[in-house]
């Protein structure tokens, strides 16, 4: 049986707080780690009201990155999760600016913003 290589681009911390997930990211959002992102992140939308992307320790977010956080975003809306990121740096909200993605996500917080 093969085994999954270790994703070298991102690291991800994932924290439960009730009917909340935290999902603490830290490295960059790229072609390479979207399918980590989506496995780690995707169980959590059935049980979850609310899911907090913090994207603090991210760099940089590439389009198969900004993919992964829109199809996640959708699946979480149609299954009444709420999917927030979090901590966004300047670089990465000019991104979701320039690509007309920062209205898709509503209001960037920061941690534990309701």
């Given at each position: 049986?093969?085994?999954e290589?270790?994703?070298?681009?991102?690291t991800i911390?994932?924290?439960?707080?009730?009917?909340?997930?935290?999902?603490?990211?830290?490295?960059?959002?790229?072609?390479?780690?979207?399918?980590?992102?989506?496995?780690?992140?995707?169980?959590?939308?059935?049980?979850?009201?609310?899911?907090?992307?913090?994207?603090?320790?991210?760099?940089?977010?590439?389009?198969?990155?900004?993919?992964?956080?829109?199809?996640?975003?959708?699946?979480?809306?149609?299954?009444?999760?709420?999917?927030?990121?979090?901590?966004?740096?300047?670089?990465?909200?000019?991104?979701?600016?320039?690509?007309?993605?920062?209205?898709?996500?509503?209001?960037?917080?920061?941690?534990?913003?309701?």
């Open positions: 049986m093969p085994t290589a270790p994703n070298l681009f991102l911390e994932i924290e439960r707080q009730g009917d909340e997930s935290v999902v603490q990211c830290r490295g960059t959002l790229v072609s390479g780690a979207c399918s980590y992102l989506h496995k780690e992140v995707y169980p959590l939308i059935a049980d979850s009201k609310r899911i907090v992307i913090d994207l603090s320790g991210v760099d940089w977010v590439d389009s198969m990155g900004l993919g992964a956080l829109v199809r996640l975003h959708v699946v979480a809306k149609k299954n009444g999760c709420r999917f927030q990121l979090v901590n966004v740096s300047s670089r990465v909200k000019n991104l979701l600016e320039l690509t007309n993605l920062l209205g898709v996500f509503g209001e960037i917080g920061e941690k534990g913003a309701s």
